[in-house]
């Protein structure tokens, strides 16, 4: 089992950047695929882009490749989103998620671009 809390949003201008934090307790996070999701207002949940166990190899949806990146540190059960180039469509609460599909769900954390 897998304990997620989100940290990290905030208000940022467009073209900006924010590194979204995840803090999993349990013993199986270096043993699970992590992913991070968003919802914007009004809109469905959204992939944004995902890491396998040893963070060798990750994947982005189209909306937010080359501006984005995931990492993970599994000594300190810490997984990040690094987003660069910030747009106004970014805006959304983003959740880290764990599992394929995602069993465990982080709280989530605002992340508000303004133009």
């Known amino acids: 089992q897998v304990q997620l809390v989100d940290s990290g949003g905030g208000v940022v201008q467009a073209g900006g950047s924010l590194r979204l934090s995840c803090a999993a307790s349990g013993r199986t996070f270096s043993t699970v695929v992590m992913h991070w999701f968003r919802q914007a207002p009004g809109k469905e949940r959204e992939w944004v882009g995902g890491?396998?166990?040893?963070?060798?190899?990750?994947k982005y949806a189209d909306s937010v490749k080359g501006r984005f990146t995931i990492s993970r540190d599994n000594a300190k059960n810490r997984l990040y989103l690094q987003m660069n180039s910030l747009k106004p469509e970014d805006t959304a609460v983003y959740y880290c998620?764990?599992?394929?599909?995602?069993?465990?769900w982080g709280q989530g954390t605002q992340v508000t671009v303004s133009s």
């Open positions: 890491i396998t166990y040893s963070g060798e190899t990750t």
């Open positions: 998620a764990a599992g394929t599909p995602p069993d465990y």
